[in-house]
């Protein structure tokens, strides 16, 4: 028996259509993925402190120059690490001046307590490196803004 191709069907698409479908689905779907991924990060806790002390830093700003431009996490990268009780995270950031990376290293004393900062430094792209908050003292209580 022979098949054959009822012009009324619904199955008449090429296979190159359908793959050509597919691709584009899932690519979208991927797209959309990483969005919300980045969007999720953007709104952490742990990501917004550390982008507090940047902004309140004065030599960070002059360094980087203003506006202050925050840039998507590169998300392969694995200096960006996040888990139940420490977070680290290598942020772009530009400025009119210079550009760079503001690396934030976040913990936690359990899980869903909240987030302090344990440092928070600016490493510009000719490798200077500019300390913007540092956590101090034994118990934690003492903060030091660098």
Known sequence: MMWQKHSGSRMSMSLGKLILFAGVLTSGGSALVY????????????????????????????????????????????????????????????????EGHLYVFSSRAAPFQRWHLDEVFLQLQDGQKIPVFKLSGENGDEVKKE
């Open 35 to 98: 969005y919300f991924v980045q969007k999720a990060f953007s709104r952490s806790l742990y990501y917004q402190l550390g982008l507090e002390q940047l902004h309140s830093h004065p030599e960070a700003l002059e360094a980087l120059g203003t506006p202050v431009n925050v840039h998507n996490l590169k998300l392969p990268d694995k200096q960006n690490f996040v888990d139940i009780a420490e977070a680290q995270l290598k942020i772009p950031v530009s400025g009119s001046k210079s």
